[in-house]
């Protein structure tokens, strides 16, 4: 089973730094009735995720108080999950059934939302299955279980606002089923106690990315937020100041009775108007200029002094000096640059992990603790203890170095 829904984007705004908020929650029975969805002490959590997940979409509207501070937002987020992912990737898996989507989903969940859900059973027609579930639908249970909280828009829905949710329940047994209830983002219906569909049996195994409080982990983009936004701003006024400079500000120097009898005020219908107002004339003018800058040869009449442009670099080397700056800071942090930069020399496994300690012992680590995961829950599927053999590509075997072949002096005799 694959778990794959659009979700909803935060509306409140979040302030750097992105302080740890509590995961060790619990929902209760009645917490799924009528009331109000999802309960008040969820709220710190879920805006959390989805803010991650507005940054994983490259909008960071939810970091700036003003949108056009980042109207050119660079989405480097996106780019570092799926890199990651492809990078270990690179690895094939061995194991009893074939994990490679479920690694390569759960890959990118870990650095952007700091853990993966993984949920694994056997449904009602007696068939193995492993998935993942994005982690803002995900909810533990206080009986030891979990719940998953699906909403979509079904296809008698008024208008393209959610109106049903499909709720599955993972008993601590392994029982699992699901309600299709109605909901309306913020309250469920009752559901009838026969509107039940048996799913099988599963279970659901969290894997945390380190550093780990609880039951969850730390998500990179917390890291990841302060640079990024950083370029993604400067960026944004670098284009700013680009366009300033490709359409600069025409100045020009004349009465203003001959200015005002060169750019005629006019109607829709192109006649002049008789009697116009100030606000007319003024925009009379504004149009006339506007459309004399956009000729390539100005002509300046003799009534006029004279006519300049006016330009603004808006000190575009020491902005694009800081997104050098805020390149250097994300790489501190985690060895990351290496992915978001080319490199044309082919190189060997020991000379990547060498140059790129910090990544390598970074992806290594989410990798070690996502083999853990996934051996637990294939062995539930499987009824059996399995292993999973999964190699960093890094500490792939370079190849025997071949020693020369020396001549035999005896040849030459």
Known sequence: MTIARRISRPTSRTTLPLRD?????AITDSDLGSGVWPPPRYLDRNNRLLLLWQMWEGDLSGLVEYNEDVQLPVNLFRRVSTSISDLLLMSEIEAAIDLAYVAYNAIIDMPRFGGAVLWAGVNVEGEP????????????HEDGGHVFILPYVSSRAPSPLYDRAEVVHVEPSGFT?????GFNGRTFTSAPAEAV???GTSAVFIVPRAPVFTTWGTALYNDLA???LEISKRFTAN???LDKNQRPVLLWWEDQSDIESRFLPRDDDGMEIIDPTDAQKAEAIIMGLEAARRESV??????????EYLTWDGSLAASFTQIEASKEIMNILSGIAVLLSRNESPMSGTA????????YAMTRAMQNDLRTGLEAALSYVLGGEQAVTWEHPWDADDGEVQEPELEDPEEDV
């Not at 299955?129 to 533990?140: E, G, M, N, Q």
């Not at 990547?352 to 990544?359: I, R, S, V, W």
Request: proline share 10%; aromatic share 12%; no cysteine.
């Open 239 to 241: 284009d700013d100041s």
């Open 352 to 359: 990547l992990k060498l140059q790129n300690q910090p990544l």
């Open 21 to 25: 908020v509590d995961f060790d929650l």
């Open 177 to 181: 089923y699901s309600q299709d209830r």
């Open 298 to 307: 100005l002509a300046i009449p003799n009534t006029a002094t004279k006519a």
């Open 226 to 228: 302060a640079p990024v």
């Open 129 to 140: 299955f492993l998935s993942t579930v994005l982690p803002p639908y995900w909810y533990a």
């Open 197 to 199: 569909t048996n799913l």
